[in-house]
């Protein structure tokens, strides 16, 4: 076999395929490359600006000096100067106290913040230093630099009495904190030893107590929990307020208030909002309507000032009855124009019981 001839079975493929194929993979193998040396030229880019390379010497040593002392700053603020004597608090002015144990709460304030600096304020210092009082809900800290610190603490608003300690709207005993008008009372089952109530239906009647609008607040007389209706808030003056659960509490008691103003709910003895979507008010005084006669007999009912008449028809049979002797007139004759006398029977003399015959 000569070396011109093909191979028996295989065909050689043309020329043009593959000079096509060639070109294809010299393309891929260029893009390839052309995509690894933008890589390769971002990387170097990247580096030379977290180096500081891409910058000229002299800029290099400046940024470098700027971010060391920035380094110094805030290591010497870390470690020295937030807890430096030069800002520590000299100056406590604590305000929003009002109950009995002021004095005491006051004290501790500025005992704990003595302790600190007005760079570096401790909430929680604060708090565990006035842990012992329940009255107080909360503190609001300002730091007057460089010496000073105001607290203000926020004091729980009692919301009703539970036996004679007020309580919170969140089952907190205020024991010490002065009670200002009159608040609703509730029934706690179990002893008040701690700082919260520990009845469950307690606990759900001061949060009610809790949620009352203002205006409302002054005429809350009683709060209690009943076997069928739930949690029953009693008004003075006014009617029982059903709310059912603790749920949806602002709810109910915009509902409460929509209901109260409405003239037309005046009277009523108690409203349900257990559904503060379709309130109700029950109780409500029945209207006084004047007598009204039947519909049966409204057409027979005589004027006033005419004499009663009997009526013509039989109750029985609804038929008319026949006319009564005092009723029939007496016929007129045509030529007198005067009453006829009635005709009287004849009388049969013999007593045979027949008519007897007219005269001669």
Same mark, same amino acid.
């Given at each position: 076999?000569?070396?011109?001839?093909?191979?028996?079975?295989?065909?050689?493929?043309?020329?043009?395929?593959?000079?096509?194929?060639?070109?294809?993979?010299?393309?891929?193998?260029?893009?390839?490359?052309?995509?690894?040396?933008?890589?390769?030229?971002?990387?170097?880019?990247?580096?030379?600006?977290?180096? +500081?390379?891409?910058?000229?010497?002299?800029?290099?040593?400046?940024?470098?000096?700027?971010?060391?002392?920035?380094?110094?700053?805030?290591?010497?603020?870390?470690?020295? +100067?937030?807890?430096?004597?030069?800002?520590?608090?000299?100056?406590?002015?604590?305000?929003?106290?009002?109950?009995?144990?002021?004095?005491?709460?006051?004290?501790? +304030?500025?005992?704990?913040?003595?302790?600190?600096?007005?760079?570096?304020?401790?909430?929680?210092?604060?708090?565990?230093?006035?842990?012992?009082?329940?009255?107080?809900?909360?503190?609001?800290?300002?730091?007057?630099?460089?010496?000073?610190?105001?607290?203000?603490?926020?004091?729980?608003?009692?919301?009703?009495?539970?036996?004679?300690?007020?309580?919170?709207?969140?089952?907190?005993?205020?024991?010490?904190?002065?009670?200002?008008?009159?608040?609703?009372?509730?029934?706690?089952?179990?002893?008040?030893?701690?700082?919260?109530?520990?009845?469950?239906?307690?606990?759900?009647?001061?949060?009610?107590?809790?949620?009352?609008?203002?205006?409302?607040?002054?005429?809350?007389?009683?709060?209690?929990?009943?076997?069928?209706?739930?949690?029953?808030?009693?008004?003075?003056?006014?009617?029982?307020?059903?709310?059912?659960?603790?749920?949806?509490?602002?709810?109910?008691?915009?509902?409460?208030?929509?209901?109260?103003?409405?003239?037309?709910?005046?009277?009523?003895?108690?409203?349900?909002?257990?559904?503060?979507?379709?309130?109700?008010?029950?109780?409500?005084?029945?209207?006084?309507?004047?007598?009204?006669?039947?519909?049966?007999?409204?057409?027979?009912?005589?004027?006033?000032?005419?004499?009663?008449?009997?009526?013509?028809?039989?109750?029985?049979?609804?038929?008319?009855?026949?006319?009564?002797?005092?009723?029939?007139?007496?016929?007129?004759?045509?030529?007198?124009?005067?009453?006829?006398?009635?005709?009287?029977?004849?009388?049969?003399?013999?007593?045979?019981?027949?008519?007897?015959?007219?005269?001669?």
């Amino acid at each position: 076999m000569s070396g011109g001839q093909a191979v028996a079975g295989r065909r050689p493929p043309p020329k043009g395929a593959r000079g096509k194929s060639a070109s294809g993979k010299g393309g891929r193998g260029r893009a390839a490359r052309a995509r690894a040396m933008r890589m390769g030229t971002l990387r170097a880019f990247v580096f030379r600006a977290l180096t +500081l390379r891409a910058l000229p010497p002299p800029l290099r040593r400046r940024v470098l000096v700027v971010l060391g002392a920035c380094l110094v700053l805030a290591a010497a603020f870390q470690f020295w +100067l937030r807890d430096s004597p030069l800002v520590a608090v000299e100056d406590v002015k604590v305000t929003g106290l009002t109950t009995k144990d002021a004095p005491h709460v006051r004290a501790a +304030l500025a005992s704990a913040a003595h302790t600190m600096t007005t760079l570096h304020v401790d909430h929680a210092g604060l708090e565990g230093a006035i842990a012992a009082y329940p009255v107080v809900k909360a503190l609001e800290v300002n730091a007057d630099f460089p010496h000073g610190l105001q607290i203000h603490v926020v004091e729980h608003r009692p919301a009703a009495l539970v036996g004679s300690l007020p309580v919170a709207g969140d089952g907190t005993i205020l024991r010490g904190l002065p009670v200002e008008g009159r608040l609703p009372e509730i029934d706690a089952g179990a002893k008040l030893d701690g700082d919260r109530l520990s009845d469950p239906a307690a606990l759900h009647a001061a949060r009610v107590a809790g949620g009352a609008p203002a205006p409302l607040r002054g005429r809350l007389e009683r709060i209690e929990v009943r076997a069928e209706e739930g949690i029953v808030v009693e008004l003075r003056d006014g009617p029982e307020l059903i709310f059912g659960d603790g749920r949806r509490l602002r709810a109910k008691w915009i509902a409460a208030v929509r209901i109260l103003a409405d003239p037309k709910t005046a009277g009523a003895s108690y409203i349900d909002v257990r559904l503060p979507g379709r309130p109700a008010a029950g109780g409500l005084p029945a209207e006084t309507l004047a007598p009204v006669a039947p519909a049966s007999s409204a057409e027979l009912a005589a004027p006033t000032g005419t004499p009663p008449t009997t009526s013509s028809v039989d109750p029985a049979t609804e038929e008319l009855a026949p006319p009564t002797a005092e009723a029939t007139p007496p016929p007129v004759s045509d030529a007198t124009a005067e009453p006829v006398p009635p005709a009287t029977a004849p009388i049969d003399p013999s007593g045979a019981g027949g008519a007897s015959p007219p005269p001669g």
